[in-house]
């Protein structure tokens, strides 16, 4: 950031910084919450300001700066106008991400290593996951989602966005809208973030306009998260008394359709109505851009029932009727039950051997007993302790944590407040991404609510007991869901974690022993407590009892958020909840876990979801991402993809971690490009291998998970590529595309082609130039004929690189005197400088430029 | 609280950790990042251990002690480990760790060093710098081919240093002094080492040798001490009071000479090896190979040529003169012979640049009116009627005839086989065979170096050999083991767009000519050509060294464990850290592309209460060490710099040179 920039932004007013701090407070563990208020400001963080806030609080420049730029959510520079978001998540990555966005950065004219426009309208910004990964590959300017994105829409969408944002009203009307009342009929729109995301709320205005317009006896209800995000958004109309209808795939201009035909009006319009809400009944396609088919769904049809029918609900339980912000609803289902029957009845011992007995074991991905851990922290001696919620959930295509902080925030909330009465702590932290806004605000408003109505606060349900509890909003760091560097975090710090033992347990926030449990574990505890260990335990398999949720994507018909039952096999999963693959395409493997997972393939599908039977396989539970992938999906692309993500993840702490997972993305860079060694899988095996044993903590402990997985069960296709060959036709590299003899001669793929690589003359067959192709795939895309075939990259030199330039061979003679001139030179550091000894050049590495033999001074390098 | 490190059970105390508990017992665990008395920083990884019933590799300097554990320090698993780090680091560690001088210098010469005292005005230490290796600084300054100045990093700039010349320069110097420097001597060992051959190479083992405190008796069948620098070597080049002077520190340091002492005539292997620990045979390459052509006969050797004039004998020349062959006899023989008052002298070389005689005695032989050829294969030779002799060569794929009052053949050199033979010894097609590493021949005590070993080695190769050899006689002599010197030391270097980052902003300076006499009046004489800088030039000189060293080159801890772990520093290929230099510091130091990011000066800078101090900026593999607010280094270290420069464990951050 250049100091004259930042000095001429007009808008900064350094008094700002005053009320910043005061409003956030001066101490140091509150940098994160400074920065991220100068950023609602500025949306960046100035240098001056950053300066003025060193002067008004503890916060060293050392300690600002180091946070400031280790945390992504931070930005260093001005912003252009709107930023597009463009989702990198798995389901989003194997559905072609890559190539949006390469599409943005064309089609914006993005210089090389900046992320805005010249004219500073458009900031592209790569996010881990929109979580709408059934809609993939998706986008989000502003806050409007654009899904099923190809790279020849990218232009249309970026018009599309500009118009709406010139026509976006200034405000919007308040309407008045019915009390609720038992026995009105209610239709219930979901509104979790994914729902959202693909427009749920304007639904759901325009359902409050039509009822509004048509005077029908009807309330609108939000429910949290279904889990069919497969079907977003979500429309269900229950009249009491009749069978309850679900429309799926709804968009505003839906609205008035469905309450015509549920809530008939009387008078001119009748009619009209009715003719419109016979459109509903058939398969509608979409003209425009979006090619969302609506129509409504049943639960007794067959697919619905499939989905839902796998799935037991207990930490998602009432899920898709219960409105996630009212209170009352959630006391009326059991709510806060559980709370009161521990502070009433049972000892702290007592609910430990509860939960100890129904065999919980942490769901945020390593399966720690909860019970054990409970227990550690009851018995460590210490006037303070914490409770903390682990709510940062980094996973790409994993999505769990945050529908359950949307739509169950009191039963986290219950879960969370049992956990401390049974440790003897007062004072608990939910820990959220800044990046899921909707689960920060329900969860702070349930909160109040809580502190309200008792449930919180300094006199619990009037036992006498305190309990606080507040949230802490994460900036953008996945390595902080590792709980020591999750303390770090809340202390203000870079989220750089550090060795276990001493376990936070004992050892935690501020030296005081804390316990850490993942969103889900606590959300499971209430069902727990009010339906008894047993019941809880009589689920799943032997060593791991109870439900676990999934966030199920990918190349699955339907996605979505399930929870299911443990000990379901992944193959029950795939093809019974999630209907199988989606299109023509061969179930080829599951990635179960995310970026700390490990690839299971189709021939092990029957592995049940266990927490040892998974790691037996070279998996891991994880957090609950599983994304399915399918035959056109590499297995190379994959591992390379999740040490992407891990590795700009990394929080450059130890050695292994830091340097070790680049080289594995530098060897799968090179199998991916054709320019890979002959060792390179024995080196890339080797160097997970120690990368896993030796790393600090859990995220370079498991980076290199999909690696090894995908090395077991994949090797062909591994081998394949040290060849020059992606039997998927996913590498860029290593494929070209063809055009069949099933060319119509349309013209139409050279007319899309970014690149003018398509000779095309009208009527014959065209022709595509390897040299000039990008490889984006617009032509496979927009061919009516499906005339363009994936073929395998002619054998290049220029373009493969070094390996395949078929020269001369240099060798060195006796006549070298050790001077290591050659090997100072060597632009392929092929020559290893062994002073006073031959040298040798390693073949492999060897350019073949003859740089050596022209600098050799003693005539000792020979050229065959 | 016990606990078992490497198989030692010990009490412990549960606040201590592995580390501590380790070096209590005097079990070694190396460390990078840990710094005493300070929490751990856990970041270079290099002090894994393995503990019993943990499936992961844990970290010494962290894991607190519990009882009954049982830890592995040395175990192959962990051995691997750390040097799977060390490669790790050291395939994004960027930056020089030798000069490329030093490297290219068979010798080993530290050439940044002592052209840095130079500059400061230490002439003495910087001749105590070379003697370090070299026993004949005065001569190899001007007789050396000079691969330094090749591979000097100004040289792409303008022109490379004159680092032959500067090292001459302080030897030139101490000669005017009233005590020549004498190097230390360690104590006598009572081992005596025969030495045959007084050329460079014996005599720079013996000036090693007897460094050492053995005793040395040199033997060699000419009358006086010298070899080829005496030999072949002109007086305009070498005038005989400075190779005499060096020669003398050898015989100051206590050297006994056995004159006219012939090996396998007057000396017999058996009986020298009766008498010493051990003999190291420095016998050069003495024998012309003849090559043959017909007509051969007519040319003169250049080699007793040679030998003549450097007995003080003038021989008469013809006016028109040829002269064949590629070697160092080959220009030296032109450029008497000049000197003799031939009037035209042609020298048809057989080969052409690869000669590394050609790129020091070139230029010389060419501006004093020396005729050179290049790729010249002779084919025949006759004489006419009267006397003229007619040399037929192909050049390039024609005849070309030269006529000719007299032609002198400088053969090449190879040592005498017949003898190596007849002594019992294996030898390969350009000497004796040789253990390279510990210069054993094939007979138990007896030692060989220098062109003996390899035939037409240059002069500084052969000092560089004989003083390899002498430390591995010293350690036969110890009775330690030879077989495996050293392993050779890790280095990384900076290539290609590195090396334009560390010459950016470089001012050019011309580089200093010496003090040459006219062309035309060095060929009057035997004179020497070449009277080297002045004081005030060499100081000059040695000012325009660009010190590409790196400043931590004897005490980085990286490259020492690199070193003990053999880790290989070129493993990883692909992305990594551009080189950057920082100095704008007044006392220190920062090149970024060195530092391991191991947080030293962080805590460092921390504790002493910088006001801005140190912080990470970024993370992952992107993680840099700065001063926060991007302000200059000299704002974010004002206390504490030097502390952190000497704490940083590779030369990252580095005390500036004094100068």
Redesign the interface.
């Known amino acids: ?1 250049s ?1 004259e920039q930042t000095n001429t932004d007009p808008r900064i007013c350094l008094a700002e910084a005053e009320e910043i701090v005061r409003v956030a407070g001066s101490s140091r563990d509150r940098v994160i919450r400074i920065l991220q208020l100068i950023q609602q400001r500025y949306r960046y963080l100035p ?1 001056p300001v ?2 003025r806030v060193c002067e008004l609080s503890e916060a ?7 946070v400031a ?2 945390y992504s959510q931070f930005r260093h520079r001005p912003v252009g106008k709107h930023i597009i978001r463009v989702c990198h998540g798995t389901a989003c990555h194997v559905k072609g991400s890559v190539l949006i966005h390469d599409a943005l950065y064309r089609c914006l004219a993005i210089p090389e290593g900046n992320d805005t426009d010249p004219e500073g309208l458009f900031t592209v910004e790569k996010v881990a996951c929109l979580g709408c990964c059934t809609l993939a590959p998706v986008m989000q300017i502003g806050d409007i989602v654009y899904g099923h994105l190809t790279p020849d829409r990218v232009p249309h969408v970026l018009r599309d966005f500009l118009e709406q944002d010139k026509q976006r009203p200034t405000a919007r009307r308040r309407r008045p809208v019915l009390e609720r009342r038992d026995g009105v009929a209610e239709i219930r729109i979901g509104l979790g973030s994914c729902c959202v995301s693909k427009g749920s709320a304007l639904v759901k205005e325009a359902l409050e306009d039509a009822i509004t317009r048509s005077g029908a006896q009807a309330v609108v209800k939000r429910v949290g998260c279904v889990g069919m995000c497969h079907q977003t958004p979500l429309v269900e109309v229950v009249i009491p008394g009749e069978r309850p209808i679900l429309y799926a795939r709804v968009q505003p201009r839906d609205a008035k359709a469905i309450v015509a035909r549920h809530f008939p009006a009387a008078g001119v319009i009748r009619k009209l109505d009715r003719a419109v809400s016979n459109l509903l009944d058939r398969l509608v396609t979409d003209e425009a851009w979006k090619p969302v088919t609506r129509y409504s769904i049943d639960f007794r049809d067959a697919p619905v029932a499939s989905f839902l029918g796998g799935q037991v609900r207990l930490a998602t339980e009432h899920c898709g009727y219960l409105d996630p912000e009212d209170l009352d609803e959630y006391i009326r289902h059991d709510g806060f039950k559980a709370l009161s029957l521990c502070l009433d009845r049972l000892t702290p011992e007592a609910v430990i051997e509860q939960v100890r007995q129904s065999g919980l074991r942490g769901r945020g991905g390593a399966g720690f007993p909860t019970g054990a851990k409970w227990a550690t922290v009851l018995s460590a001696s210490s006037d303070v302790k914490y409770v903390i919620c682990n709510g940062d959930e980094g996973d790409p295509g994993a999505f769990m944590d945050r529908m359950i902080l949307e739509s169950f925030p009191y039963r986290v909330i219950e879960g969370m407040a049992i956990a401390a009465f049974a440790v003897g702590a007062e004072e608990g932290i939910l820990y959220i991404r800044a990046e899921y806004p909707l689960a920060v605000q329900r969860v702070q408003e349930a909160l109040e609510h809580c502190e309200e109505r008792g449930f919180l606060g300094e006199n619990v349900l009037g036992k006498g007991r305190r309990l606080r509890f507040r949230i802490f909003e994460g900036a953008g ?1 996945f390595v902080c869901g590792e709980e020591t560097a999750m303390l770090a975090s809340i202390e203000g710090k ?1 989220g750089m974690p ?2 276990r ?2 376990f936070p347990a004992e050892n935690g926030l501020r030296g005081k022993p804390t316990l850490i449990n993942n969103v889900e574990t606590y959300a499971l505890v209430p069902w727990i407590i009010r339906n008894g260990a047993a019941a809880f335990a009589s689920q799943g398999t032997e060593r791991s009892k109870g439900t676990k949720v999934f966030a199920l994507a990918g190349k699955v018909a339907r996605g979505g958020l399930v929870e299911v039952p443990m000990g379901i096999t992944l193959r029950q999963i795939v093809e019974g909840v999630g209907g199988g693959i989606a299109g023509a395409g061969k179930f080829k493997a599951v990635l179960v876990g995310g970026p700390s997972g490990g690839c299971v393939p189709a021939e092990l599908g029957e592995t049940p979801v266990d927490y040892e039977a998974l790691t037996s396989v070279g998996a891991m539970m994880g957090s609950g991402g599983l994304v399915v992938l399918d035959d056109s999906d590499c297995a190379v692309d994959i591992a390379r993809y999740f040490l992407q993500f891990t ?10 971690c ?6 594995m993305l ?2 799968l ?2 199998l991916c490009e054709g320019k890979a060694g002959e060792d390179a899988l024995e080196e890339l095996q ?2 997970a291998r ?1 990368v ?3 790393s ?1 903590c859990g995220l370079g ?1 498991t980076a290199p998970n999909p690696v090894l997985t995908t090395l077991r069960y994949f090797r062909a296709e591994y081998e394949a590529h040290l060849q020059g060959r992606c039997p998927a036709g996913r590498c860029k590299a290593l494929i070209a595309y063809e055009v069949t003899d099933d060319c119509i001669g349309c013209t139409l793929c050279a007319q899309n082609c970014p690149s003018g690589a398509v000779q095309a003359k009208p009527y014959e067959k065209h022709l595509i130039d390897v040299e000039k192709c990008v490889r984006c795939g617009m032509c496979r895309i927009t061919c009516p004929e499906k005339a363009i075939r994936i073929g395998n990259a002619p054998l290049k030199d220029a373009r493969t690189g070094p390996k395949r330039k078929p020269a001369t061979i240099y060798r060195i003679s ?1 006549d070298c ?5 050659c ?5 392929a ?1 092929a020559i ?6 031959k040298h040798e050049i ?1 073949q492999e ?1 060897c350019i073949r430029c003859g740089l050596c033999k022209k600098i ?4 000792a390098v020979e050229a065959k | 609280m016990r606990v078992t490190i490497d198989g030692i059970a010990t009490d412990a105390d549960p606040q201590e950790t592995v580390l501590c508990v380790a070096r209590r017992l005097g079990i070694a665990i190396p460390t990078m990042c840990y710094l005493e008395g300070m929490k751990p920083l ?5 002090c ?1 251990v393995e503990v019993e019933g943990r ?5 010494a300097c ?3 002690v519990a009882d009954g554990m049982n830890v592995h320090t040395n175990t192959p ?1 962990v051995r ?2 750390r040097k ?2 060390l490669e ?2 050291l ?2 560690h960027r930056g020089d760790c030798l000069a ?1 001088c030093e ?4 010798a ?1 010469i530290d050439i940044p060093e002592f052209i840095d005292r130079i500059a400061a005005g230490q002439h003495r230490d910087a001749l105590a710098i070379i003697k370090e290796v070299v026993a004949f600084p005065g001569v190899l300054g001007r007789i050396c ?1 000079r ?1 330094c100045e ?2 000097c990093r100004r040289g792409q700039v303008d022109e490379a240093v004159s680092i032959c010349a500067l090292k001459r320069f302080p030897a030139d110097h101490d000669l005017q002094e009233a005590v020549p420097y004498l190097p230390a001597k360690q104590p006598p060992s009572g081992k005596r080492v025969a030495i045959v051959g007084a050329g460079i190479t014996g005599l720079t083992a013996a000036y090693h040798l007897l460094r050492e405190g053995h005793d040395c008796t040199i033997y060699d069948s000419a009358a006086r001490p010298g070899g080829a620098m005496r030999n072949i070597i002109g007086e305009y080049r070498l005038p005989r009071p400075a190779l005499e002077a060096e020669i003398e520190i050898v015989r100051l340091l206590g050297a006994r000479f056995q004159m006219r002492q012939t090996l396998g005539r007057d000396l017999l292997l058996h009986d020298l090896l009766r008498e010493h620990g051990a003999v190291l045979l420095a016998i050069g390459a003495t024998r012309e190979k003849q090559a043959e052509f017909p007509g051969v006969e007519h040319a003169r050797p250049a080699l007793d040529f040679l030998r003549a004039v450097s007995d003080g004998e003038r021989p008469v020349t013809g006016r028109d003169v040829v002269v064949l062959g590629s070697g160092l006899a080959a220009f030296d023989t032109a450029r008497t012979l000049l000197r003799l008052g031939a009037a035209k002298v042609t020298l048809l070389m057989d ?1 052409g640049t ?1 000669s ?1 005689t050609f ?1 020091i005695q070139k230029d010389d032989a060419v501006s004093e009116g020396v005729k050179i050829q290049t790729s010249c294969e002779p084919i025949r030779m006759e004489q006419g009627w009267d006397g003229t002799l007619r040399l037929v060569i192909r050049q390039g794929g024609k005849e070309i005839i030269c006529e000719a009052d007299m032609v002198f053949h400088a053969a090449q050199l190879e040592p005498d086989f017949e003898l190596i033979w007849s002594l019992g010894l294996d030898a390969t097609d ?1 000497g004796i065979r040789v253990n ?1 590493k510990t210069f054993e021949t094939s007979v138990p005590g007896v030692f060989a170096a220098g062109s003996a070993v390899k035939a037409g ?2 002069a500084v ?1 052969c000092s ?1 050999s004989a003083s ?1 050899a002498a430390r591995a006689i010293s350690r036969f002599l110890r009775g330690a083991r030879i077989t495996e010197p050293r392993p ?1 030391e890790v ?1 990384v ?1 900076n ?2 767009r590195d090396v334009e980052e560390l010459l950016r902003g470089v001012a050019s300076a011309p580089r200093l000519q010496t003090r040459r006499r006219r062309p035309d009046d060095a060929r009057a004489g035997f004179e020497e050509a070449d009277e080297g800088f002045s004081e005030e030039q060499a100081i000059a000189e040695a000012s325009r060294c660009l010190q590409c060293a790196c400043a931590k080159k004897r005490n980085c801890r990286l490259q020492a464990l690199a070193t003990e772990y053999q880790a290989d520093a ?1 493993r ?4 990594r850290r551009p080189f950057e230099r920082d100095d704008t510091h007044p006392d220190i130091v920062y090149e970024p592309a060195k530092c ?2 191991c947080g030293r000066c ?1 805590v460092i ?2 504790e002493a209460g910088e ?13 840099k060490v ?1 001063v ?3 302000e200059p280094l000299r704002e974010g270290l004002r206390r504490a710099a030097i502390h952190c420069a000497d704490a940083c464990p590779t030369g990252a951050l580095a005390r500036k040179r004094r100068r």
């Open positions: 950031m100091r240098e950053l300066r060293t420049p050392a300690q600002i700066t180091g730029s280790f760091a870079r550090r060795s033992p001493p590795q700009s993840e990394s929080c450059g702490k130890c050695t292994f830091r340097i070790g997972t680049r080289r530098d060897i860079d090179a080797n160097l120690t896993k044993e030796a600090l402990k006796d005197i050790g001077c290591t001139l090997a100072q030179k060597c632009p550091r290893k400088p062994r002073p006073c000894e390693d590495r050799c001074p003693h005539g | 856990e970041s270079c990884g290099i894994v499936s992961n590799l844990l970290y962290a894991t607190r698993r691997e480990a799977l780090a790790l680091l395939s994004d490329p490297l290219a210098c068979p080993h081919p691969f090749l591979a080969s690869s590394t790129f350009r390279p080695a240059p190769q560089a390899l050779p280095r270097q290539t290609g070129t990883f290929a692909g992305v391991i990011r962080l800078a921390e006001p801005l101090g140190l912080t990470y900026i970024g993370r992952g593999f992107q993680v700065a926060p607010f991007n």
